[in-house]
């Protein structure tokens, strides 16, 4: 058995919204975690059906030293909960126990729980404090930090949210030992997804590791979850609200955000639709000349391996597009893609339909 450790925390430099990740083992049972909080009576705990019997009991008790009130709300689990319905369940709590403007929320979940909290937090009362505590390895490596909450619309993924950052974020390693494998998988598309966008090296190390990351080797996952935060926080400090180079970290998601609204919310997991995402923008990046053929190779081996699909679901090219066009990044209906310029740099540009159809033509399963 190995000893607990933390890394030193990772910091995300953004003038008076700065705030530390904290990425370690035991972190939710060690008081320091919760030191220096913004003041406060009462804190909410929002979690869903499946982490708060897990985890909040320990949350809840960490936070009583700090807060004279600690409740929890328990949403229902599941992307396609990700709406206006069960936003408001947390609003319901917080104006039921009359919830003032310096309460604090704290998100213990995964990306979907992370997502919600902090779309309430910027809502309530104009904006109140909240702090994310993911328990996903996607939400450690992305959702959780940089400032992005939402909810789904029925036409489109996060399309209704707002910029608005945590005071912190607490990543503790242990609460991956009991994530289902497939999720694990998931969050490996997120991890991934920082090679080809910024760092090769990183991707080497990926490949060298991806076993020791499946098996949740503890020293593996700290440096994964780690790097991750690194290039993460160095992109959102350049370009907070995502006016230009924050869009590379979208690398895949165009394609997967249409094979999530394609299938209907909660069919395919973010990060498997990421995953196949990455293949068909890879694909694309070689068909402009940008990248060859070893290199899509290698990247699609490397998805396939950690077990994501490689293929996207048959839902027509058209359906693709039309969903491809429901995108952030879309402008005056002309669809944007994160593409590859080399290994290690990412661009945004708009991609003629007629070349869209071929690649996701090709990129299908049979
Ligand atoms: P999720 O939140 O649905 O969690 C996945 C599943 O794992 C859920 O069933 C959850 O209850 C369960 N779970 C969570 N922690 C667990 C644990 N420790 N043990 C056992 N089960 C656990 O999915 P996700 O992959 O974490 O997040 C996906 C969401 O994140 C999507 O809605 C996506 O749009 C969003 N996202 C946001 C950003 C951003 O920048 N804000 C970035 C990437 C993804
Ligand atoms: N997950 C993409 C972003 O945070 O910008």
Known sequence: MTTPFSTAAVHIDLGDRSYPILIGQGLLDTPSTWTDLPKASTALIVTNTTVGPLYAHRLQTALSTH??????????????????????????????????????????????????????????????????????????????????????????????????????????????????????????????????IADMVFLDWIEAHLDALLARDPQALAHAVRRSCEIKAWVVAQDEREGGVRAILNFGHTFGHAIEAGLGFGVWLHGEAVGCGMVMAANLSQRLGWVDEAFVRRLTTLIARAGLPTAGPQLGAQAYLHHMRVDKKAEAGEIKCVLIESPGRATVRAVPDAVLVQVIDAGCAA
Not at 128 to 148: E, I, N
Request: hydrophobic residues 40%; aromatic residues 8%.
């Open 67 to 196: 807060y004279k009130r600690v409740r929890c709300v328990v949403l229902p689990d599941g992307e396609s909960h990700k709406d206006w319905a069960t936003l408001n369940l947390i609003f319901d709590e917080l104006l039921g126990q009359g919830a003032d403007r310096k309460t604090v929320l704290f998100a213990l979940g995964g990306g979907v729980v992370g997502d919600m909290t902090g779309f309430a937090a910027a809502c309530y009362m104009r904006g109140v404090p909240f702090v994310q505590v993911p328990t996903t390895l996607l939400a450690q490596v992305d959702s959780s930090v940089g400032g992005k909450t939402a909810i789904n619309h029925p036409m489109g993924k996060n399309m209704i949210g707002a910029f608005y950052q945590p005071q912190r974020v607490v990543c503790d390693l242990d609460t991956l030992q009991t994530l289902p494998q497939r999720e694990m998988s998931a969050g490996l598309a997120e991890i991934i997804k920082y090679g080809p």
